[in-house]
């Protein structure tokens, strides 16, 4: 998924679920910061105190990354997150190891890691980390047949939509090599096509199967177990009954999902922006902005930097006592908590031992 769903559809659902403007402002800016966090390492100021911070995303040109360890560090906790082939733990799948690590909506893995998020509320960071979770939930509906790893597994072959146009693009791009040799790690290999919202499409993947996909079915049904979540999360038990989306808001965000065919996630961010501030949604009209980097962003206000990579050789950053409870280190806080739980707590009761 890009930015017009982890950002503002993400919104969208937390108002909805009964989440505040600054709490559902708070959620949808660390679902979107999870692929926007590309640094990584130990962040150094002039009073001699020191803050180690983990990145959740790679730039695109990283996609063949050669170190592996690095790659599962960031793709399995964050973006393909592994469903034991929606087996609960304890069952193993058929197809060896590698079929473990392949991304399904919705598995019981995805379910264990929603269910440490909502007990972790009452951490300072835990608003932030029901952010970063809200993004990898959502991934687990775009991402599912993929795994984080480089594999043939992910490898896709003849591969087409209902828009003829967008298709012609795609095979104009890989043109003058074989993709799914090229990008074998998670969905590098269809590049786009699971993070639309509006299409629907289909390939045959790395075991011969014919996969058809129907991204505006999925992305709905992400959104409402995604407003189930949150729900529960206001309510504090993880067990607790509740609804999806409020059925005239679903209508909405349906027709908008299926109707927003701009070529960009920021255009299409673009007309959610728009819709949330005329007031499309019941929660009444609202200002949404998103600011990843630069003057005006949590880098920016908790560093004091406008720059996008920190160079290492820079002057250390000047300390204040407000960096301890920033939205910026409040949310590393809830990447590592995050990153901890999966690979050390939750995969390993499925058999996963992935990084």
Sequence with gaps: MQIDFHHAVTYVIARLAGLSHPKANVVAYCAQYVDDATNGGTVKFDNGAMYHRISSAHKMLDYRNSKALKNRHVWLPFHFLPGNDGLPAGKAPRGGFHKRLVCRPNSSVAQDMVRACLEDKKKPYGLYRLGVTMHVFADTWAHQGFAG????????????????????????????????????????????????????????????????????????????????????????????????????????????????????????????????????????????????????????????????????????????????????KMFHDALQAHRFDILHDILPKYGICAA
């Excluded at 993070?195 to 993947?205: I, Q, V």
């Excluded at 038990?237 to 109707?259: C, N």
């Design 149 to 328: 790893i480089n594999h043939k597994l992910n490898e896709a072959h003849d591969i087409e939509s209902e828009d003829k146009q967008f298709d012609a693009r795609f095979y104009e791009k890989i043109a003058n090599f074989f993709i799914s040799e090229a990008f074998p790690l998670g969905h590098g290999a269809v590049l786009s096509y699971p993070d639309r919202p509006y299409l629907k499409w289909s390939y045959t993947n790395g075991l011969g199967e014919r996969i058809e996909r129907d991204n505006p079915k999925d992305f709905l049904e992400a959104a409402n177990e995604m407003c189930k979540t949150m729900r529960r999360w206001q309510l504090g038990d993880p067990d607790a009954q509740v609804d999806g989306l409020p059925r005239e808001d679903e209508k909405k965000i349906d027709a908008l999902l299926r109707t927003t065919k701009l070529e960009s996630g920021d255009e299409r961010h673009a007309v959610w922006l728009k819709k949330i501030a005329e007031g499309h949604f019941s929660f009444g009209p609202t200002k949404l902005t998103y600011i990843p980097k630069g003057k005006g962003s949590w880098k920016h206000q908790a560093l004091g930097t406008r720059e996008w990579v920190d160079d290492p050789d820079d002057e250390p950053f000047h300390y204040t006592p407000s960096f301890l409870t920033s939205h910026w």
